[in-house]
């Protein structure tokens, strides 16, 4: 089965995530999208990050009623702060008959020469790239292993939505609307 990872602390997800989770999954060659909730690093302990548990319950409300998008617990378990390198080796063994790409946006892509054993993800790993406004990946178009995607996208950040909590504004229509009622009855954000 062919798998794309969608990392991201997801804090919380939204229709920008979900869009683009599911553009991969319909226009790609991928059968499912995992969305991998990344742990708290807990040396860069931010008050900002719900915990862990509470994103990767939005992420499954997110996810659930679609079989080829799945939430992902992998890094919870995992040494931390978690380096890709080390999930997908990780998850290559756990899942040996499955084929994992990534799937990370424009933005992304800028830094990725700064990632740990970027050049052993470039040669194993197949990256679906999708670009994002602002942000030049020209770099890497012509890399074997990466293949970009235009994909529909929303101008929307977990940060707009976590300010719009702390303000009192209503988040509906901005994540899925499970995830708004999950909110919608909980203290966090605010
Ligand atoms: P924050 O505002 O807290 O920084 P975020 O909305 O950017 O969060 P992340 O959890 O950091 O969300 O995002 C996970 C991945 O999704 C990242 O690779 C990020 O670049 C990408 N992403 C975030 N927002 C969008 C969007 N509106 N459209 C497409 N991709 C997005």
Redesign the pocket.
Known sequence: MKVGL??????P??V??M??ANHMVEYTDLDQVWMVV?PQNPFKKSS?LANDYDRLQMVELATNGNDRLRASNIEFALPKPSYTIDTLVYLKEKYPNNDFSLI??G??LVHFHKWKNYEAILEHYRILV?K?PNYVTEAYDNHPSIQIVD?P??????????QALRDGKSIQYLVPDPVWKFLDLSPIYR
């Open positions: 969608f990392f991201g602390s997801f804090n997800v939204h920008g995530h869009i683009i990344s900002n990370m946006g933005d992304n999708y994002r994909a996208l929303m101008q929307i950040s977990a940060t707009f939505i976590r």
